[in-house]
């Protein structure tokens, strides 16, 4: 079965522009994490989604959104872009959003430059 | 504060060289402790879920184990195709799928 898909893969911005970031989990699978990943701060948690609901949000700013549609896709939208914005940007799938399982699917990442 | 830590940062291996990798944390209501495998360019693939101390669980030549303080990551008879990036991550009461990652180990296995 098809994986997490993300889009777009690569993508350049300058300060102050704002970006939006696709993911498609797997088929059935109704959560879905945001992790930002930097070679300083490694994996971070960004907010999950379940169901269209927002059942967990981490330590970033309010620049930082997220939301999840019927069809269990979402989006994280960034605002206001700083350099440190540049990451790899990782969605994550999973049937269930108990936190028991730990069988997070990840897609391979949409990578953020910000100049 | 819910921390996350693994050792060595980096290690090399010669074929064959079995080895362990260390993951400590410190978290309130620990409800699992997970290994992830991350590939250059790719995302992490998940490995293993643990959830007692005492708990083991196998693949191939990987071993995970859980104490109440840390887990390890025994690899026997490596391979280079083992050589990846291992991360280890928690989760919590109340975290839902937050997982708290590790800074992860760099592992090469050389031929």
């Known amino acids: 079965k098809a994986g997490v898909t993300q889009t777009p893969r690569y993508l350049i911005k300058t300060r102050g522009q704002q970006v939006t970031l696709s993911c498609s989990p797997i088929?059935?699978?109704?959560?879905v994490s945001w992790y930002q990943q930097t070679p300083g701060q490694g994996l971070q948690f960004l907010f999950e989604y379940f169901s269209e609901t927002q059942r967990n949000k981490g330590n970033f700013p309010g620049r930082f959104s997220g939301r999840q549609f019927s069809n269990s896709r979402s989006e994280m939208n960034v605002s206001t872009l700083e350099l440190g914005d540049s990451a790899l940007y990782l969605c994550?799938?999973?049937?269930?959003?108990?936190?028991?399982?730990?069988?997070?699917?990840f897609g391979e990442g949409s990578r953020l430059t910000v100049l | 504060e819910d921390q996350v830590t693994q050792s060595p940062e980096a290690l090399r291996l010669q074929e064959g060289e079995s080895s362990s990798l260390n993951c400590s944390y410190t978290?309130?209501?620990?409800?699992?402790l997970f290994w992830y495998r991350q590939d250059p360019g790719k995302g992490p693939e998940f490995l293993f879920t643990l959830y007692s101390a005492g708990e083991e669980k196998e693949k191939e030549r990987l071993k995970a184990t859980l104490t109440k303080k840390e887990s390890f990551l025994h690899i026997t008879a490596p391979k280079p195709e083992d050589s990846a990036t291992y991360l280890c991550?928690?989760?919590?009461?109340?975290?839902?799928?937050?997982?708290?990652f590790g800074a992860g180990t760099r592992l090469a296995v050389h031929p």
């Open positions: 978290v309130s209501g620990l409800r699992g």
């Open positions: 994550a799938s999973s049937l269930f959003s108990s936190g028991n399982t730990g069988e997070l699917f």
């Open positions: 991550a928690v989760t919590f009461s109340g975290g839902y799928n937050k997982l708290i």
């Open positions: 088929s059935g699978h109704r959560s």
